[in-house]
């Protein structure tokens, strides 16, 4: 069965149902390599980097990408396995920006450039060692919306005090005390902006769930 699927994957005719009920990117091929070839813990440093950047570039040429970037910014952070510091995390040095309708970067990937994001990453992977991606999107009444209409498990997180530690203490006493959901809803507090963190256990499974939130906002404009 596994041999079909995999066949039927090759020709394409799964990628063409799939974009004439849901047309997101015209040239994702993104089911291919994760689908054919699995989830794998990648040790590798460059292979991290490469990953980092394909799911950006995909995420970029999204039109409503734009649409879901706080006023912090956003990140894709990628963790090696059993990360010990933010040496061992890749990311997007100063982040991701939105410059009028687009969407752009400071600069290439590499390790130990994020220090909010990755932090939040290490310390949620110590309770849940498969999590090795987040990525921050922003929260607000149409965000939540769509993660409900598109069926993703979520929680909701308070900081416990008003600053960085408190905001990830919060996050990772909520998901320990209620269990993994792969998206959390952050409120925030006093200078600290509300954000959504979506974890996965590679980059791609994070674009995943990324879709699915874009789609359920499509979805939510055509109800209005």
Same mark, same amino acid.
């Given at each position: 069965?596994?041999?079909?699927?995999?066949?039927?994957?090759?020709?394409?005719? #799964?990628? *063409?149902?799939?974009? $004439?009920?849901? !047309? @997101?990117?015209?040239?994702?091929?993104? &089911?291919?390599?994760? +689908?054919?070839?699995?989830?794998?813990?990648?040790?590798?440093?460059?292979?991290?980097?490469?990953?980092?950047?394909?799911?950006?570039?995909?995420?970029?040429?999204?039109?409503?990408?734009?649409?879901?970037?706080?006023?912090?910014?956003?990140?894709?952070?990628?963790?090696?396995?059993?990360?010990?510091?933010?040496?061992?995390?890749?990311?997007?040095?100063?982040? #991701?920006? *939105?410059?009028?309708? $687009?969407?752009? !970067? @400071?600069?290439?990937?590499?390790?130990? &450039?994020?220090?909010? +994001?990755?932090?939040?990453?290490?310390?949620?992977?110590?309770?849940?060692?498969?999590?090795?991606?987040?990525?921050?999107?922003?929260?607000?009444?149409?965000?939540?919306?769509?993660?409900?209409?598109?069926?993703?498990?979520?929680?909701?997180?308070?900081?416990?005090?008003?600053?960085?530690?408190?905001?990830?203490?919060?996050?990772?006493?909520?998901?320990?005390?209620?269990?993994?959901?792969?998206?959390?809803?952050?409120?925030?507090?006093?200078?600290?902006?509300?954000?959504?963190?979506?974890?996965?256990?590679?980059?791609?499974?994070?674009?995943?769930?990324?879709?699915?939130?874009?789609?359920?906002?499509?979805?939510?404009?055509?109800?209005?």
């Amino acid at each position: 069965f596994n041999k079909l699927w995999y066949r039927l994957l090759s020709t394409k005719k #799964i990628w *063409k149902i799939h974009k $004439k009920q849901n !047309i @997101l990117v015209s040239e994702c091929d993104i &089911c291919f390599p994760r +689908l054919v070839y699995g989830i794998s813990i990648d040790t590798n440093r460059e292979t991290i980097l490469k990953e980092v950047e394909r799911v950006y570039k995909i995420l970029s040429k999204i039109p409503e990408f734009k649409d879901l970037i706080p006023e912090v910014y956003t990140n894709l952070a990628r963790a090696l396995p059993s990360p010990r510091g933010t040496d061992d995390v890749a990311a997007f040095p100063g982040r #991701i920006v *939105k410059l009028k309708n $687009k969407v752009s !970067i @400071l600069g290439k990937p590499s390790f130990g &450039c994020s220090r909010h +994001l990755a932090n939040v990453l290490i310390n949620v992977n110590k309770i849940y060692p498969f999590v090795l991606a987040c990525m921050n999107i922003r929260f607000d009444s149409s965000i939540e919306k769509a993660v409900k209409i598109s069926g993703i498990s979520h929680i909701y997180s308070k900081a416990t005090s008003q600053d960085e530690e408190g905001v990830i203490k919060g996050i990772v006493d909520t998901l320990y005390r209620y269990g993994f959901k792969p998206v959390v809803f952050e409120y925030g507090g006093e200078g600290i902006e509300p954000n959504t963190y979506i974890f996965g256990e590679d980059l791609y499974d994070v674009l995943e769930k990324v879709i699915h939130i874009i789609w359920g906002l499509r979805v939510c404009r055509q109800k209005i």
